[in-house]
T-cell receptor, first 113, second 115 residues
């Protein structure tokens, strides 16, 4: 069973702080690693994604760091804001020909004002 | 541009009843899928489709059926509802440019309770 392990399950950060969410995968046949943000009552929305040929991708306050040898990737949210409070999912796409996505179990982030 | 539209938003079923969750997208995406979201379990793939007329099973297909007669629509059928199917269901679509498949666009979900 292909897995993506996500931690922590929940995270509380002060406004202006850095939020860090980690994911680890087992299957080396993953080739695309997106992060999704989900607000209560809404569907997940694509936040940022990375391919394994780069080690870091930054979009505004959101950065993905990717360590191919360790099979780990992480989401950093700089200058965290109360509006960032949401559940974050990492995912990995399998290259088995059918492009299935495997999701982590989610991290509930709360940013205190 | 509506994106991915799911109906209904909420549904209560009795054990043994059947129903269809509707999903439609207007982005001409080839790839569509159904996920269920349960606390502590993340998103688990039920069924997916890489194009009209083509469907396949995901991680948790038992008790569910799908069909894809058009590019736009991908309904999910619960054959005989069970309490274990109480969950939030998300439909998602995706597309390719060349050989690169891009991330999903998700619908807003259907919250299903089976009593």
């Amino acid at each position: 069973q292909q897995q993506v392990k996500q931690s922590p399950q929940s995270l509380i950060v002060q406004k202006g702080g850095i939020s860090i969410i980690n994911c680890a995968y087992e299957n080396t046949a993953f080739d695309y690693f997106p992060w999704y943000q989900q607000f209560p009552g809404k569907g997940p929305a694509l936040l940022i994604a990375i391919r394994p040929d780069v080690s870091e991708k930054k979009e505004g306050r959101f950065t993905i760091s990717f360590n191919k040898s360790a099979k780990q990737f992480s989401l950093h949210i700089m200058d965290s804001q109360p509006g960032d409070s949401a559940t974050y999912f990492c995912a990995a796409r399998a290259t088995s020909g059918t492009y299935k996505y495997i999701f982590g179990t989610g991290t509930r982030l709360k940013v205190l004002a | 541009n509506a994106g991915v539209t799911q109906t209904p938003k909420f549904q209560v079923l009795k054990t043994g009843q059947s129903m269809t969750l509707q999903c439609a997208q207007d982005m001409n995406h080839e790839y569509m899928s159904w996920y269920r979201q349960d606390p502590g379990m993340g998103l688990r793939l039920i069924h997916y489709s890489v194009g009209a007329g083509i469907t396949d099973q995901g991680e948790v297909p038992n008790g569910y059926n799908v069909s894809r007669s058009t590019t736009e629509d991908f309904p999910l059928r619960l054959l005989s509802a069970a309490p274990s199917q109480t969950s939030v269901y998300f439909c998602a679509s995706s597309y390719w440019i060349g050989t690169h498949n891009y991330g999903y666009t998700f619908g807003s979900g259907t919250r299903l309770t089976v009593v």
